[in-house]
């Protein structure tokens, strides 16, 4: 049995374009199995990459056959195991998916010596996730690095060798020796340079395409933690237990800057414009830094224990993502600092992090051995509406139409304005109020009549609430029932609306005439909190209607069964003043927010009984919870 013959049969399949000829060979488990039997196992894939070196139309089809795609990933999957034991070849591929080309060949090639396997009942009927395996590392495997052509996986291990394969072939490509401890983190700085990072307290350049290390780059006291290279490959920045983030130019392998922090780094990524980097610390922070100015340009702040690793968004860094070691996950905004969305799930410490390129798929991986898939364009700025610079301003409140047409905002300046979704254009604008506007909500009449034009009401520091037509931006009335300010207007009906105040009280207003008229009239004065009524909020069926307060009370209404108090009180709901509130789309379920920094979920199933039962606090908030909003179904 020639090993010389079944070495070469492939390749001169390929020469001679006899690509069918090549597809029975490759194809068939007989052949397989003697070279597996001759230890040639590891040449397989790569004789099925052997076309791409003719390329025609003829190596375009042969890689697109399906049976071919279904015998390499077979391969693929199951060489690291084929390798040691090539007589279990026949048993594997009987347990192939359910329609496998490999699973339907195996009965007719089945040698007589082998009547006996085992057939699994039920077997997947998808493909299998793991696509390849790679093993022969004596050691445990600490870090690994995708180049940027996705062609090399890069493995580092705690023996100090770093290998770099052949990721469509499995194929061992170079091995590289010279560090002293084992490998802490790898980066490729282009798709022909890698970084290695190691406990030995040194980095090293490697060049892939000649075998050899170009630069050993030393400067750090302790253990390297990370490593990562900018976008144009031309300075690395390396972070480590001596509390130090160095920067380097690596085609000279030399220092460029460094910056001191207080405590040992544990994650470096640089910004995807190359000249921010930022680090995560054991001091519970994230820090950015301008390499090319060689300043800290922020700190965030928001993590209560280490923050483990980082990620950028791939959409021009708009934001970054943290873990850390006690299992939270959050993103912030790189342009201002501030979190905007928090992710848990991980029982304990989430050691690693990264963001697909599309950016719709966050990727987590944590002590609890989950891998975790988060999906959702979290933190991606859509439209951002912004009015002239002379009439800059604090936005107080904001509000969105029915239709999601327009967008509707207070300012601290007394302004009010309408912009459009669409085209991002200022449709209206007006300062009708004499203080701060604290509150903005659309109103369209639902009733048969089509006469009536959007509404837009408004309430203000100045005790007023304002009725304003939406579509050409004129007040229609004025109300002025109020002694303190109006901190909060929505719908309570058809046809009426309600209105909080710091006065205490919660009004309810008739806005049409029997004429049909916008003619507002308060039919209903509540007063029984204790202090300013910060929010209130009707439930979707229209049957509860829930108000909470400065008194750190939340009260329950049913206006229809008890005009003159609530039917439920739940004192001392939080712990400081109840800010906002919301109701479920579906069931009795309202979640309130506080100045303790928490929201709170509550059943109110039995709000008839004066029962409304605490099912859940959600914390993780640094500041005061203002604004909460329940997801329409």
Known sequence: MSRAAFTELPYYLVCGRCYEDLENVLCSLSFIFKKFQLGLGRQLLEDFTTVSSFPSQGQERFASRPRVQEYRSFIARHQHLLDQFPILLWQTALNESDGSSVAADVCSHLPQQHP??????????????????????????????????????ATGSADGIVKVTELETGREITMFTGHAQAISALCFVTSGLLCSASLDKTLSLWDLA?????????????????????????????GGWDCKLKVWDVGKGKLITEFLETRPITAIKFHPDGQIVATASWDQTIKLYDTFNRKKIAVIRGHVSSVKALAFSPDQGAYIASCSLDGQVKLWSVKTGTPIGSLSGHVGSVNGITISSCGRQLVTVGDDQKVKVWSGQVGRELVCFKPEKDKMAYAMCVALSEDCSQVAVGYHNKYVRIFSTKTNM???EFRTHTASVRCVCFFTHTSSSSSHPSLLITGSDDKTVQVIDADIGNVVTTLYDHEGAVLCVGRYSVDSIVTTSQDCMMRIYSLFSEEGNIKPVCTLTLGTHSGAVTCAALSADGAIIASVSYDMS????NLEVERERPLCVVHNAHADVITCCAWSS?????????????????????????????????????????????KKT
């Not at 390849?132 to 004596?138: E, G, H």
């Open 426 to 428: 200022l449709l209206h």
């Open 210 to 238: 000649q075998g050899y290390r170009l630069h050993v780059l030393k400067g750090h006291s302790r253990r390297v933690s990370s490593c990562d290279a900018d976008v144009k490959g031309l300075v690395v920045a390396s």
């Open 554 to 557: 939340l009260r329950l209404w």
């Open 116 to 153: 006996c396997l085992l057939q699994l009942v039920s077997r997947s009927g998808g493909s299998d996730p793991c696509v390849m395996s790679l093993v022969d590392f004596p050691e445990p495997v600490t870090s690994l690095a995708v180049s940027p052509d996705a062609l090399q996986l």
């Open 586 to 630: 579906t069931g009795h379920y309202l979640v309130t927010g506080s100045s303790d920094f928490t929201l709170q979920l509550w059943d109110a199933s039995k709000y008839s009984s004066g029962i409304c039962l605490q099912k859940h606090v959600l914390a993780g908030h640094t500041a005061a919870v203002y604004s909460v909003a329940y």
